[in-house]
């Protein structure tokens, strides 16, 4: 084959440029593009660092901003707590007071209808017996026909009454 046959000859010259490219690539990229691509990660890694330690910060202003609020939040808790306390107290005793009140209202209004009761009652219970004296005093005089007093009528069903 005639390029086996002419590796000969160019084996030196292919080996040099060979060199010559890979010396080309080494520097090209050893030199000339990693000090960039190095340059650019650092420079992302602080980035990264800064954005990491801010979020950090955020957080730590975050959790006390919400410490603060739990607390401030647990206080008006206990404030509201306290109003809520004196106003149901405030309530009952105005509560209190007004049964107190109508309680004392209602006695009297009880006591007036026991007073008005009980007249009643010992008006009643006089008219029972004016008309059962009166009643006796007519069967008297009708059925014996004796005449009776209205008094001595009166005294006998008082008499009755009494002995039940």
């Known amino acids: 084959m005639p390029q086996i046959n002419q590796l000969a000859d160019v084996l030196h010259s292919q080996l040099f440029w060979l060199a010559i490219t890979l010396a080309v690539i080494y520097f090209g990229i050893g030199k000339a593009m990693l000090p960039k691509i190095l340059g650019t990660i650092d420079a992302r890694e602080s980035r990264v660092t800064g954005d990491l330690a801010a979020a950090q910060a955020a957080r730590e202003a975050a959790e006390a901003t919400e410490e603060a609020y739990r607390a401030r939040t647990a206080e008006n808790r206990a404030e ?12 009952a005793r105005a509560t209190e007071a007004q049964v107190a009140k109508a309680d004392g209202k209602i006695r009297a209004k009880v006591e007036k209808a026991e007073a008005r009761l009980k007249a009643a009652t010992d008006a009643a219970l006089a008219d029972i017996e004016s008309v059962a004296a009166e009643a006796a005093q007519d069967m008297v005089t009708r059925l014996a026909g004796v005449a009776v007093s209205k008094a001595d009528a009166a005294k006998a069903v008082k008499a009755a009454l009494a002995n039940g």
């Open 80 to 91: 509201a707590m306290k109003v809520t306390a004196s106003a149901r107290q405030d309530a």
